[in-house]
C-alpha cells in the first residue's frame, strides 16, 4: 500500500462521518408561493436535503417588492440567510461591491459552469471583475401571451396567431361578454405586458436602442410611437380586470372569463396546476407571434458571505446541486421555465417549452430590461406605464414623451 | 354578584351623565339608540363577512354574495388555515407562528410597560433638567413612520450585536411603543394626588422605593391600557417580525400574509378570513375580556394630563 | 436623597440621579434612535446612496427629482386628503359615539365593545376584509344590483378618483373605536356638578358640550391628537394591503412612496429625501406644541 492511498483512506474515513454529522441547516429565502412555483421549490429543497444538508424554507409571499427588504435588511444587518433568491441582474449588484456576497468561482470552475450554462449572458450577469457571484437556475422569458382557446370558441373566432389577428378578434370578444386581456391591478405587471409589446411592435432593433443603449430619441420616434398607440388599445381591453394578482389574472384566462394575459412563462405553471393542456386547452404566442424572441430574464440564487465555515461549505454544495442536471429538469419543468443548461433532456417539456427551447436554440434572444436598466430607472419606467394603463385620460403621446425623458436620464 | 355590582360601579369615575332615561320609547331614545345601532352596523358587517364567508365552501362563495348566510357550514377552511396552509415549502398553516407570537408578545409587552411606566414615573414625579427635551423628541418619535427608522434600526441593533435575535427584537418593540406608553403613564402619574408622593418623601422613601410600594399598585388601571395597546401592536406587527428576525421566530402574521398573499390558482377567500380571524383572535379576546377596564383606564390616565 | 423635596436646588448631575440612571433607556432612545436616526436620514437625503448608505454628497439633487415625481406629488395629496378627512372624522364619530354612549344607555357594554373591536385587528386584515366588501364583484355592488338596481356603481377601490376615500372608510372603521373609548373616558372624568348648573341655567345640551365640556377634555383631545395624527402620517400597511396603492399610482401614500424607492428601486438617497420631507411638518407642527404642552407650569419642576 504506498503513502497515498493510505492518506486518502484515512482521508475517507474521517471525511465521511465529517460530512454526514455535520448536516448544516441553510435558510432560503424566497418569494415562490404561487402553486406552481412552490411545486417547484420543493425539487430544490429535496435536492439539497439529499445531499445531508437541510433546507429551511424562508419564503416570504407578496413578490419581490415584500420580500427584497428583508433579504438586504438581513444582509446588511449582519444576520444573513444562507441563500437568496433574487432576479438576476443588477439587483445585487452593489451587495457584491461590498464584499457581502460570497464568491462562486471555485465551484463554477470545478464544475465547468462556464461551458454549461447557456446562453452565456446568464452566467455574465452572474459575473463581477471576473468572479461569479450567483448561480442561475432558470431562465424566464417574460415574451409570451396566453390565450383561452375556450374563450376565442365562444367568441365564435379562430384562436389568434399574432397580435394583429388578437387585435380582429377584439370585438368579438367583446359582444360576448368576455374580458379580451387581463392585466393584473400590480404595476409591475402592466410593465412587463408593455415590454413585450415593445419588443414585437416596436422591433428588435429600436428595443435594443431603447432599452440596451438608452437612446432617448429613438424612445421618441414613430416606431415606439406605435408600441404606445397598442398599449392605449390594451389598456382599454383590460380595463374590466379588477384583480390585483398576476395569477388571478392567470386564472381568468383560464377559466376563459378573459381571452388573453401578456405573462411570462410562469404564467404556464398555473395552467399546468389547472390540468389544463397546451395547444388543447390554452395556447401560447411567444413574441405575441411577431418577433418570437425569449428574452432571458430569470432568477438566480446568491449567497451572501457567512462567518460559519460549516455554512459556507453548505453553501457551495447547494449552489452545485442548483446547477445539477437532475434538478435542473425536475425544477424547470414545475415552474414553466427553461432550464439553463443546454445538456438536459427535456423530452417531457410540453408544447409551449418545446416553442421555447427551439426559439433559444435559434439564439433569438435579448436580455430582460432587468438586465439593462437599474432597479431605480426600472421603477421610474414602471411609474410611467402604470399610470398611464390606469388613467384613460392620459395620451399615449404624453405618456411617450415621460417614458422618453426617462430613458434619456438612465442608468 | 355584589362583585360584579362594584365592578359595574367602577367602571367609571363618575357615571354616565344624560338624563335618567324615563320612557323606553321616547322620541330622544329612539334618536340614540338608531344613532347608536346604524353604528354598530357599520362596525359590525366586517367581523360578520369574515365569519359567514369562513364558513363556507368555495363554490358557494363563488356563487352566492357575501352577506347571505352560509347554505352548508363547513369548518374546513378554519381547519385549512390553522394547520394545513401553504407557504413555499411549510404546509403548516398558521399554528406554526402562534407560538413564536406568544414568544415575542409577552416579553414584549412586559418590557416595554416597565420601561415606559418608570419614565411616566420619572417625568411626573422626578422632572431633571432636559427631560421635558427628551419627553418632546420621544413624542415626536411617535410620529415617525417606521419605514424611516428602519435602516438606523437595523445599523443599531447590529453594532449591539443583537440583530436577528428574539432580544433584538423586543429592543423594537420596547422603542417604538415608547412614546405613546410614556405619555399615557405620564399623565395617568401626574394626575395621582400629589400628597401622596410627599408623604412618601417626608417617609424618607426614595426613587424605586416610591415607584415599586406606591405608585406602581396604584398604576394598574393604567397597566391596563398600556398592555392592550402593545398586546395589539405587537400581534399584529409584520415588519418588524420578519426583518428583525428569522425564520424561526416569525410571528403568526407572517404566515398570514404568506397565506393571504400566496394565491394558488383562485384565491381561497374562506381560507382567507379563517385565517383573519384566527390571527386578530388574541388581541379579539384580550378586547372583549378587558374592554371595560380600559375605558376606566384611559378614564384615569388620559383625562387629567 | 434623605428628605429633600426634589425640587430642592440641589444642583448638577446627582439632582435627581436614581431618576436619570432610571430613564437612561428613554433618554437612550430619544437621543441614539429618534434624534439619531432622524439626523443620520437627514444627512444621507443628500447623497446618492442607492442599496447601501455612502457618504457621496450630491447636494439636493435627490430633493429636485422627488418633487418632479409624479408619483410623490400624488402621494403627498393623498396625505393630505386622508388626514383631514381622517382627523375630523375621527374626532367627530369618536365624539359623537361618546356622548351618546354617556346617555345612560342599556348595553353599554355591548356597543362599546362593537365599537372598539376593529381596533384588535391588524392593518392588513382591515385592508383584506374591506377590499373584499368594496369588490364591485363579490361585495355591496354586486348584492345592490341583486335587488334590482342594475346600473348602481359602487367600486372605490377601482376608481383613481375616488380610491383614497375607499380606503378612508376602512381606516375609520379600525380606528374611531379608540377614539371614541377616549373620549368616553373623557366625558366620564367630568364633574356631574357642571351638568347640575348647567341644566339649572337652562343652557341647550348642545351648548353646554360645544362651549363647556369639550373645553374641559382638552387633555383628553391632545391624546387624541396624538394617536390620531400619528397613525396618519405612517399609514402604509392599509395601502399596501387594500390597494397596492392602486389602481395605478391613485392611493399612494408617502410612507409607501419611501419603502418602495428604498427597497424596490434601490435608492436609498431618494427616500430619505423623501423622509425628511416628511418629517419637516412633523417638526414643524410637532415640536413647539409638545415643548409648550409637555413643559413647565407643572409640579415638582
Given at each position: ?17 465529517f460530512a ?53 435588511s ?17 439587483q ?28 452565456s ?43 394583429y ?12 361578454g ?10 409591475w ?29 429613438a ?16 389598456r ?9 394578482d398576476?395569477n ?31 395547444g ?54 414545475k ?44 421603477n ?31 442608468d | ?24 320609547l ?5 334618536m ?8 354598530a352596523f357599520?362596525?359590525?358587517l ?74 411616566g ?95 406602581l ?89 | ?14 439632582r ?9 433607556p ?14 443620520w ?8 446612496s ?45 365624539f ?37 366588501i ?24 377601482y ?40 341644566r ?17 377634555m ?16 405612517k ?37 430619505f429625501?423623501?423622509?425628511?420631507m ?24
Amino acid at each position: 500500500m504506498n503513502i497515498r492511498v493510505t492518506v486518502a483512506a484515512f482521508a475517507a474515513t474521517v471525511a465521511l462521518p465529517f460530512a454526514a454529522a455535520h448536516a448544516t441547516d441553510l435558510e432560503v429565502t424566497h418569494w415562490w408561493t404561487s402553486g406552481g412555483e412552490a411545486a417547484a421549490v420543493a425539487e430544490l429543497a429535496k435536492a439539497f436535503d439529499a445531499t445531508g444538508n437541510k433546507w429551511v424554507d424562508g419564503a416570504i409571499a407578496g413578490s419581490g417588492d415584500v420580500a427584497r427588504p428583508i433579504m438586504i435588511s438581513r444582509i446588511t444587518g449582519g444576520d444573513p440567510m444562507g441563500a437568496t433568491q433574487f432576479n438576476h441582474g443588477r439587483q445585487a449588484e452593489e451587495l457584491i461591491e461590498n464584499g457581502l456576497m460570497q464568491d462562486l468561482t471555485e465551484v463554477a470552475e470545478k464544475e465547468h459552469w462556464k461551458d454549461i450554462i447557456r446562453p452565456s449572458s446568464l452566467l455574465d450577469a452572474c459575473t463581477k471583475d471576473g468572479k461569479i457571484y450567483c448561480a442561475p437556475v432558470n431562465i424566464h422569458s417574460w415574451q409570451w401571451m396566453w390565450l383561452s382557446n375556450a374563450a376565442f370558441e365562444k367568441a365564435g373566432v379562430a384562436v389568434p396567431k399574432d397580435w394583429y389577428e388578437f387585435e380582429a378578434a377584439v370585438p368579438a370578444l367583446q359582444k360576448a361578454g368576455i374580458v379580451p386581456l387581463a392585466v393584473g391591478g400590480q404595476s409591475w405587471q402592466s410593465k412587463g405586458a408593455f415590454d413585450v409589446m415593445a419588443i414585437a411592435l416596436a422591433g428588435i432593433d429600436t428595443w435594443k436602442k431603447v432599452y440596451i443603449d438608452k437612446d432617448a430619441e429613438a424612445a421618441r420616434g414613430p416606431e415606439f410611437a406605435k408600441v404606445w398607440a397598442a398599449a392605449a388599445k390594451a389598456r382599454e381591453w383590460s380595463k374590466d380586470t379588477k384583480v390585483q394578482d398576476w395569477n388571478q389574472a392567470t386564472n381568468m384566462v383560464i377559466t376563459g372569463k378573459a381571452a388573453a394575459q401578456i405573462m411570462g412563462d410562469w404564467a404556464q405553471g398555473e395552467f399546468q396546476v389547472a390540468g389544463q393542456t397546451a395547444g388543447k386547452d390554452y395556447t401560447c404566442l411567444p413574441g405575441l407571434g411577431v418577433n418570437e424572441v425569449i428574452s432571458t430574464g430569470g432568477d438566480a440564487f446568491y449567497f451572501p458571505k457567512q462567518k460559519d465555515a460549516e455554512k459556507t461549505k453548505a453553501q457551495m454544495v447547494l449552489a452545485s446541486t442548483l446547477l445539477s442536471k437532475e434538478t435542473q429538469v425536475a425544477f424547470n419543468l414545475k415552474k414553466g421555465s427553461v432550464p439553463v443548461r443546454g445538456d438536459v433532456d427535456l423530452a417531457s417539456a410540453n408544447d409551449c417549452m418545446k416553442k421555447g427551447l427551439d426559439i433559444l436554440a435559434k439564439g433569438n434572444i435579448l436580455p430582460d430590461s432587468n438586465q439593462t436598466f437599474s432597479p431605480d430607472t426600472q421603477n421610474a419606467l414602471q411609474d410611467v406605464i402604470v399610470q398611464f394603463w390606469n388613467t384613460p385620460s392620459i395620451t399615449p403621446e404624453d405618456a411617450q414623451k415621460q417614458f422618453a425623458d426617462i430613458v434619456a436620464q438612465a442608468d | 354578584m355584589a362583585d360584579t355590582l362594584r365592578i359595574e360601579g367602577a367602571v367609571t369615575p363618575e357615571g354616565p351623565h344624560g338624563r335618567k332615561p324615563r320612557r323606553a320609547l321616547s322620541r330622544r331614545n329612539i334618536m340614540i339608540y338608531g344613532v347608536l345601532l346604524l353604528a354598530a352596523f357599520y362596525y359590525i358587517l366586517p367581523l360578520y363577512v369574515m365569519v359567514v364567508t369562513s364558513l363556507k365552501g368555495m363554490p358557494e362563495i363563488r356563487l352566492g354574495n357575501i352577506f347571505s348566510p352560509p347554505v352548508e357550514i363547513t369548518f374546513e377552511p378554519w381547519v385549512k388555515a390553522w394547520s394545513e396552509a401553504c407557504t413555499g415549502l411549510n404546509c403548516d398553516g398558521l399554528s406554526r407562528g402562534f407560538w413564536n407570537s406568544v414568544l415575542i408578545t409577552v416579553p414584549s409587552v412586559l418590557i416595554s410597560i416597565a420601561v415606559a411606566s418608570i419614565n411616566g414615573y420619572a417625568l411626573a414625579n422626578w422632572r431633571f433638567k432636559g427631560s421635558d427635551v427628551f419627553f418632546t423628541i420621544l413624542i415626536v418619535g411617535a410620529f415617525i413612520p417606521y419605514q424611516v427608522m428602519l435602516y438606523p434600526m437595523v445599523i443599531i441593533l447590529r453594532e449591539l450585536g443583537i440583530y436577528g435575535t428574539l432580544a433584538g427584537l423586543i429592543v423594537v418593540h420596547t422603542v417604538f411603543g415608547m412614546p405613546i406608553l410614556t405619555l399615557l403613564f405620564r399623565n395617568y402619574f401626574t394626575s395621582l394626588p400629589e400628597e401622596l408622593f410627599k408623604a412618601a418623601r417626608v417617609d424618607g422613601a426614595g426613587f424605586w422605593g416610591i415607584y415599586l410600594h406606591i405608585m406602581l399598585p396604584m398604576a394598574v388601571p393604567i397597566m391596563v391600557v398600556a398592555m392592550i395597546l402593545q398586546v395589539t401592536g405587537i400581534w399584529n406587527d409584520f415588519l418588524f417580525g420578519v426583518v428583525f428576525t428569522r425564520p424561526d421566530y416569525y410571528p403568526m402574521t407572517v404566515q398570514l400574509n404568506n397565506i393571504v398573499n400566496s394565491v394558488q390558482g383562485v384565491k381561497e377567500y374562506n381560507v382567507n378570513m379563517a385565517a383573519t380571524i384566527l390571527t386578530g383572535a388574541v388581541p379579539l379576546a384580550v378586547y372583549f375580556f378587558s374592554g371595560r377596564y380600559f375605558v376606566r383606564g384611559i378614564a384615569a390616565g388620559a383625562v387629567k394630563g | 436623597m434623605t428628605n429633600t423635596a426634589p425640587e430642592g436646588r440641589r444642583t448638577g448631575l446627582t439632582r435627581n440621579l436614581a431618576a436619570k440612571i432610571a430613564t437612561l433607556p428613554m433618554i437612550a432612545t430619544a437621543l441614539v434612535v429618534f434624534l439619531g436616526g432622524t439626523i443620520w436620514t437627514v444627512v444621507y437625503s443628500f447623497t446618492n446612496s442607492k442599496l447601501l448608505p455612502k457618504l457621496n454628497f450630491v447636494g439636493l439633487a435627490q430633493y429636485r427629482r422627488l418633487w418632479s415625481t409624479e408619483r410623490w406629488l400624488v402621494s403627498v395629496d393623498n396625505l393630505m386628503i386622508y388626514g383631514i378627512c381622517m382627523l375630523i372624522l375621527s374626532l367627530v364619530i369618536g365624539f359623537v359615539l361618546a356622548a351618546l354612549m354617556d346617555q345612560k344607555i342599556r348595553f353599554e357594554n355591548v356597543f362599546r365593545t362593537i365599537y372598539l373591536y376593529p381596533f384588535a385587528l391588524s392593518f392588513i386584515v382591515t385592508g383584506l376584509v374591506w377590499q373584499w366588501i368594496l369588490n364591485p364583484e363579490f361585495g355591496v355592488q354586486k348584492v345592490v344590483r341583486s335587488l334590482g338596481f342594475t346600473d348602481f356603481i359602487f367600486d372605490p377601490l377601482y376608481d383613481q378618483q375616488i380610491v383614497i376615500f375607499g380606503i378612508l372608510i376602512a381606516a375609520v372603521w379600525q380606528g374611531t373605536g379608540l377614539i371614541m373609548c377616549i373620549m368616553l373616558a373623557g366625558l366620564r372624568g367630568i364633574d356631574e356638578d357642571i351638568w347640575k348648573a348647567a341644566r339649572v341655567d337652562g343652557i341647550p345640551t348642545w351648548k353646554t358640550y360645544v362651549f363647556i365640556i369639550i373645553p374641559m377634555m382638552r387633555p383628553v383631545f391632545i391624546t387624541a391628537l396624538v394617536l390620531i395624527g400619528s397613525a396618519i402620517v405612517k399609514v402604509y400597511d392599509l395601502v399596501v394591503a387594500q390597494t397596492g396603492g392602486g389602481p395605478g399610482i391613485a392611493s399612494e401614500v408617502p410612507a409607501k412612496y419611501v419603502y418602495q424607492v428604498m427597497f424596490t428601486a434601490q435608492n436609498l438617497g431618494q427616500g430619505f429625501a423623501a423622509s425628511t420631507m416628511m418629517l419637516i411638518p412633523v417638526i414643524i407642527l410637532v415640536i413647539p406644541w409638545a415643548y409648550l404642552e409637555f413643559s413647565g407650569k407643572r409640579r415638582h419642576g
